[in-house]
């Protein structure tokens, strides 16, 4: 644990509970009848405790949020069990007083900040609302309230934001003008669901230490709902671990990290990278088998089927109660073998392996560039025009088998890179070579058969990445076909069969619609589809970012292992430092189209760093309590593209800037080793005095 | 959030799947519509032994059809009324020939009221001002509008949906010059297009398609191209680009069954206006021309003669027997809406 | 803001000044030019009109230069306010369809007074909902309305109030002077056919706005349901209506064709009509232009107000 939790968990029993949920249950109805989405839920909140509910997606922890605040939509309903809010039980509270709770004593900060702004009110009049509705002050009153709590939540000129629409703020900003919006009233408890997922790294370091510490100032509970463990860690005391609608295990932070009793909250942790964790001798080990849908559950254990631990007759007997791991304990798992588990012994499934050695240079980046030119309507009339450079001379080798990983948070220039190299946009400038081939300024149609099916790419959104008019194997048959590999339809079919073995799919897969499909299955499909034409070189393009933790382990797992088999080049483009510590034997971070600095692994995660990678590395939360991290939080936001600053495009955020110097001229290129490059204008050896940031303590 | 997920995985197969032979599908609507087609375009090339049969295998098919609507849509009670109202004048048009009417254009009795017997007929719903049986007049009616809509309808869409997908997914310069060429069309109101056109062109069930194709293209342009720049961007289509495919085909084979579900409820929308269209243009004497019968004419040619309460009928007949249809359509149209939505 | 109507200006121009051309273009055939001298020189069909008397009567009209002299011509009297003369009526076009555009202004002005609210309140109303008794009340009402072509609403409406309960007339052609009366039936008409489209829309967007996580925040911060409705989701909900309300000047202007044949009432669609059937070319030109510049300046004007409405464009 890095820090201490923003209050300790209040010990007094004589005080009344924030919130209590008691065996709450909520449903959806739909067509295909009653869809239980919280089953049995239960939660103590004391004053100033902070509560973590953590679970993937569909385990029905945004459910709860909106079960507390009593707003259900048209089609669910608590149809069970009761919320006690400061003693009183919400259910039987007539919609006046439920609109007197809402806003003032219960506020919610929302995943979406854009959604949730009205996008045709300004801010002032949206903030003023609440005390205004809540206390019945005055306009102006209210009004200056709201801008200074702005001020609070540490916006930058407060005036401006206060006349302004959401939409011209950027997202961190609106983020924080919704915190300030909640903190309006002074609410004693504060609803977070999932309040980063949407921002950038960077950013989200900067929204988790403002809740933080306006828990503390203001002495508000919290109930902070997230997919990220490593978030819950930084910034609560207690933690439910939700699957499939029910809670599996509960307690203190620290009990659940370090001694959890229940197979699932196990597994999550197994298929979490923590840095620790490494392709080779501690692979990722995901939990097999898929989420059950809500009316199929199985009778029992919800995680049975997919439990390695599963004994019939048991784990089968409904109902399944919370035990208690130790008598008088607050933390209590679902397991009913909790006590006959060996939980000390490492699971033996996935085994070590031997790393690959790399093989010849396959792809080689020279000064790569790639600018757009914006004409604007209007700006095109007077001839006004901006470069958007969204590649900026960028180099570098990949060698067979090995993978090279590309980071950087939104506006990076990483997409574009991936387009660039797949001839569906031309180079600016620079050079591409793929072998021999020089694929700068040779756009897709222009290219063979043969140089196309070489370099093939994996994408991010597994909702996309398939066509919901086709089925299965025709989408992997079409590749075949397209690349020459096969024609004849039975080989066709052949191949298509031998391809779904190798993601791991049922062969029948291949007459089923991308719908009928989750989407770790679709993404195995992409995979597919990437290897199909036996390619030199795939671009993986975030291929997991929008999967839940155990099923990315899988993918990503997947992925390795048909590299490995085939000596694959993999460039594999993301914005997750933990994801990319595990798999890559290489790294490049990217910001603002620039390459900051690139290396090793090994190199990058430690010093000599780039500035950008430091405050990077500082903010990504890490699931494990036993890590140490250096606090480095960046100011400001990621600027837009089409605006980049001049000199550094890091120097308005960067804490080591040298004003008249990184404000003009572009940063030198200091190298260090044999492929350690940064590009910073620190000297080389304030570079390398810096200290780690990410210390593992000892082993969990 | 929960709700959308739970909605997401409880989805039953959608209705468009639900048919689960798409061959066999086409098949009925071809042994439908072609001797349809046949019988009331090209109506006056065929010999009467051939005009005395030609329909007779579009009525089990119609019967079919309509059987595989109703039990493929059963969850949504509005399609089925749609359904029922189209189909019911589908099977009349189909049938006429052999249904126990008599010769529409032949003059009886004039004047003659609802439920008269005379010159040895009943007639049901009266004659009209010639005499004819309006009962007669009114089924035959249906005929001509019904295959000229939904010709006019298929061919303003095969333009308009091939110009869509060309400017959506090209866009650059062929998105610039077809989306000016549309402006200036959409720039006139429908009827004064119509109006000019069918004015230039002459009166007929073929200038009415071309019309139609002109008044409706443009708008159907501009819906498969917002559809398309909205596909234009996901991935699937970003792989079939990097696998080296050619442009059309993407257009044709990724891109255009995607539209589907936004394309077919907008068609029998287009179908109702359409519908609308010819009638009016029918009743300004800018479309179908006599003596077959028609809604439109039927209404046309009473103005005169039925402006009294007890001669209404020959105008309220026609009036509401294309409302139905369009009802129909517009029903279908809401009920696939509602069916598409909530797969 | 003023570049974007200055914009929109010229296009409307160039678009108005490719339009005539090709009107120009269209008509200047032989075979309307010989249609109107038949009608003109009275009696002969088009077969018996002579090579002779034809050529007399180009000459005479000042018809046997080339046509896009004749459409200079045309364009430079248009600038000065001149649009020719009407063949069939004899009379100044610009006269003629000065009275005409009155009477349909008129029209179309009681139209817009009764459908905007109606529309819009049952709109409002249905979309607060979804589902409740009166959403699916308006979605009845609404899907019926416009399954109706005004041609069978103004059938159904004359022989109820005009020839069975004989409450008023039956055309509005007004041979005895102005009667308001006169104008209930076709108002109604184009209102019932306009109400339900126009509700429809509303719906939605008001369905829409309800189902948005705005929405869903304001009801969360405690906001009473009043102001939630009136102003949290109300101003959203209105901007894509105002759009289509204004552009159902484009709708109006075809309806009122059909409307004004039906009941004879003496206005702009019966004149395009008319004229369109006697091949007046300069009436057609004239009364194209105004209907084609009608519906573009209701796009400037939905364009414009629709940029002035949304905030997320406004200041983008």
């Given at each position: ?164 629409y959401?939409h011209q ?201 790639k600018h757009y030119i914006i004409e604007s309507g209007a700006a095109a009339l007077i001839g006004a025009r901006r470069t958007v450079k969204a ?37 600016s ?210 600027p837009s593209p089409t605006k980049p600053p001049p ?54 | ?170 866009s650059g310069w062929?998105d610039q010059a077809?989306s000016l060429?549309?402006n ?160 | 803001m003023l570049k974007l109507i200055g914009s929109r200006l010229l296009q409307m121009l160039l678009i108005?000044g ?278 573009v300046?209701?796009q400037i004007?939905?364009d414009v107000g629709y940029t002035f409405?949304n905030p997320r464009i406004r200041f983008a």
């Amino acid at each position: 644990m890095t820090e201490t939790p923003i209050v300790e968990a209040a010990t007094a029993t004589d005080r009344t509970p924030v919130l209590e949920c008691r065996n709450l249950c909520v449903s959806y109805f739909t067509r295909a009848g009653e869809a239980p989405a919280v089953v049995d839920f239960n939660l103590k909140l004391m004053p100033g405790e902070a509560h973590g509910i953590v679970g993937e997606s569909g385990c029905g922890k945004s459910t709860v949020a909106l079960a507390i605040m009593n707003y259900m939509g048209r089609n669910g309903a608590i149809v069970g069990g009761e919320i006690l809010f400061q003693g009183r039980d919400m259910r039987t509270m007539t919609q006046e007083e439920l609109r007197r709770i809402r806003g003032s004593k219960i506020a919610m900060v929302y995943q979406e900040p854009m959604a949730s702004l009205n996008p045709s009110m300004r801010i002032a009049e949206q903030l003023a609302e609440v005390p205004l509705y809540h206390e019945g002050v005055s306009q102006r009153e209210a009004l200056a309230r709201a801008e200074s709590m702005l001020e609070q939540v540490r916006l930058p000129d407060p005036k401006r934001i206060m006349n302004s629409y959401p939409h011209q703020i950027s997202g961190g900003q609106q983020q924080r003008v919704v915190i300030a919006m909640a903190l309006l009233s002074n609410p004693s408890l504060l609803l977070l669901d999932e309040p980063t997922t949407a921002l950038d790294v960077t950013v989200e370091a900067g929204i988790v230490e403002l809740i933080k510490e306006v828990a503390a100032k203001f002495g508000t509970s919290l109930i902070y709902i997230s997919h990220n463990l490593g978030l819950i860690l930084e910034t609560c005391s207690r933690l439910t671990v939700m699957y499939s609608g029910e809670a599996v295990e509960t307690g203190a932070i620290h009990d659940v990290f370090d001694n959890m009793r229940h197979p699932y909250t196990r597994g999550l942790f197994g298929s979490i990278p923590v840095p620790g964790a490494n392709k080779n001798a501690r692979p990722l080990a995901a939990i097999r088998g898929q989420l059950p849908l809500p009316y199929a559950r199985p009778k029992g254990c919800f995680f049975g089927p997919r439990c390695d631990y599963f004994v019939e007759g048991r784990c089968d007997q409904p109902p399944l109660m919370m035990h208690e791991v130790a008598p008088g304990s607050s933390h209590a798992t679902r397991c009913v073998r909790f006590a006959e588990i060996d939980w000390s012994a490492a699971k033996a499934s996935v085994a070590e392996r031997q790393p690959v050695q790399r093989g010849q240079v396959v792809l080689r980046v020279e000064d790569l560039s790639k600018h757009y030119i914006i004409e604007s309507g209007a700006a095109a009339l007077i001839g006004a025009r901006r470069t958007v450079k969204a590649n900026e001379k960028i180099s570098f080798r990949a060698h067979e088998a090995e993978t090279v990983a590309i980071v950087g948070e939104s506006g990076c220039g990483k997409s574009t890179f991936a387009k660039v190299l797949m001839g569906l946009e031309p180079a600016s400038a620079g050079k591409v070579q793929l072998g021999e081939i020089e694929l700068a300024n040779l756009p897709v149609q222009r290219r063979d058969k043969h140089t196309i099916s070489r370099l093939q790419m994996v994408f991010q959104n597994p909702f996309d990445t398939l066509n919901p008019s086709h089925t299965i194997g025709g989408q992997i048959g079409r590749v075949i076909r397209k690349f020459g590999v096969e024609s004849d339809p039975k080989k066709v079919q052949d191949r298509v069969d031998q391809l779904l073995d190798i993601v791991k799919l049922p062969r029948d897969f291949a007459k089923r619609l991308p719908r009928q499909l989750s989407g770790g299955q679709k993404q195995r499909v992409g995979i597919a589809r990437a290897f199909a034409g036996n390619p030199d070189m795939v671009i993986a393009d975030e291929p997991v970012s929008a999967l839940d933790v155990s099923v990315q382990a899988a993918v990503t797992g997947l992925l390795m292992d048909i590299q490995r088999e085939h000596r694959t080049t993999l460039l594999f483009i993301s914005h997750d430092l933990s994801v990319v510590r595990y798999l890559a034997d290489r790294i490049i971070v990217m910001y603002l189209g620039q390459i900051m600095e690139r290396g090793t692994t090994e190199e990058i995660f430690s010093p000599p760093y780039h500035p950008y990678t430091e405050a990077l590395l500082s903010a990504v939360p890490i699931a494990d309590a036993s890590v140490r991290k250096r606090k480095i939080v960046v100011a400001g936001e990621i600027p837009s593209p089409t605006k980049p600053p001049p000199g550094c495009p890091f120097q308005t955020r960067c804490h080591y800037m040298i004003k008249g110097v990184c404000d003009v001229t572009p940063p030198p290129l200091r190298e260090f080793g044999a492929d350690h490059v940064i590009a910073c204008h620190l000297e080389k050896d304030a570079l390398e005095k810096m200290e780690p940031v990410i210390t593992a303590g000892t082993a969990a | 959030m929960t709700t959308a997920n739970i909605s997401l995985d409880t989805a039953p197969v959608p209705f468009n799947v639900r048919i689960r032979q798409p061959t066999a599908l086409i098949g009925l609507v071809l042994l439908m519509w072609v001797p349809l087609t046949l019988y009331v375009m090209f109506g006056p090339f065929l010999s009467d032994t051939l005009k005395s049969f030609v329909l007779l295998p579009a009525i089990p098919a119609t019967v079919a059809l309509y059987v595989i609507a109703v039990t493929s849509w059963r969850e949504s009670p509005v399609a089925i009324i749609g359904a029922t109202l189209v189909f019911f004048w589908l099977f009349v048009a189909v049938s006429a020939p052999y249904l126990p009417l008599i010769d529409p254009n032949k003059p009886l009795a004039p004047f003659a009221e609802m439920g008269a017997y005379k010159k040895d007929h009943w007639f049901l719903l009266g004659a009209d001002f010639k005499g004819r049986d309006m009962l007669s007049r009114d089924l035959w009616g249906c005929q001509r509008v019904l295959v000229w809509g939904v010709s006019a309808t298929l061919v303003a869409y095969a333009v308009g949906a091939f110009f869509g997908l060309l400017a959506g997914y090209l866009s650059g310069w062929w998105d610039q010059a077809i989306s000016l060429v549309c402006n200036i069309l959409l720039s006139f109101p429908v009827m004064v297009l119509f109006i000019l056109i069918l004015n230039y062109l002459g009166p007929s069930g073929f200038n009415i398609v071309i019309a139609v194709t002109f008044a409706s293209a443009p708008a159907i342009m501009r819906i498969v191209r917002g559809l398309t720049l909205d596909t234009r961007s996901r991935d699937y289509i970003f792989a079939a680009q990097t696998r080296g495919e050619h442009p059309l085909r993407i257009m044709i084979f990724e891109l255009l069954p995607n539209a589907r579900g936004p394309i077919i409820v907008d068609a029998c929308l287009r179908l109702g206006y359409t519908t609308v269209a010819i009638t009016t243009l029918t009743f300004l004497g800018l479309g179908l021309q006599p003596p077959d019968p028609d809604w439109g004419l039927m209404i046309k040619e009473s103005t005169k003669v039925a402006m009294v309460w007890k001669f209404s009928y020959m105008l309220l007949i026609p009036a509401l027997s294309v409302s139905s249809l369009i009802l129909g359509f517009n029903l279908l149209a809401d009920g696939l809406r509602e069916m598409s939505l909530r797969d | 803001m003023l570049k974007l109507i200055g914009s929109r200006l010229l296009q409307m121009l160039l678009i108005m000044g490719v339009i005539s051309f090709i009107l120009f273009a269209i008509f200047d055939s032989d075979k309307f030019k010989k249609q109107i001298a038949v009608n003109e020189l009275g009696g002969f069909a088009v077969s018996a009109l002579s090579e002779q008397d034809y050529q007399a009567w180009l000459e005479k009209k000042g018809l046997n230069v080339p046509f896009y002299q004749r459409y200079l011509n045309w364009v430079a009297g248009v600038a000065q306010g001149d649009f020719g003369k009407s063949f069939e009526k004899n009379e100044p076009v610009a006269d003629l369809l000065a009275t005409r555009l009155v009477h349909t202004g008129l029209l179309a002005l009681w139209v817009f007074a009764l459908m905007i609210p109606l529309s819009l309140l049952f709109g409002v109303v249905a979309g607060m909902k979804e589902g409740s008794p009166q959403d699916r009340l308006t979605s009845f009402i609404s899907v019926l309305t416009t399954s109706l072509p005004e041609i069978a609403t103004a059938i159904i409406l004359t022989v109820i109030f005009a020839l069975g309960l004989r409450w008023l007339p039956p055309n509005a052609a007004m041979v005895n002077g102005w009667d308001w009366r006169a104008l209930v039936l076709p108002v109604l008409t184009l209102v019932l056919y306009d109400f339900g489209y126009v509700a429809r829309m509303t719906r939605a967007s008001m369905a829409e706005v309800m189902n948005s996580q705005y929405i869903r925040t304001a009801i969360l911060k405690g906001l009473p349901y009043r102001r939630v409705i009136l102003r949290h989701a109300l101003r959203n909900a209105l901007i894509a209506p105002f759009t289509i309300i204004v552009l159902q000047m484009n709708w109006l202007l075809s309806g009122v064709v059909v409307v004004e044949v039906f009941f004879q009432y003496a206005g702009f669609g019966k004149l395009l009509l008319d004229a369109a059937l006697f091949g007046d070319i300069y009436v057609i030109q004239a009364a194209t232009l105004v209907a084609v510049f009608v519906a573009v300046a209701s796009q400037i004007i939905s364009d414009v107000g629709y940029t002035f409405l949304n905030p997320r464009i406004r200041f983008a």
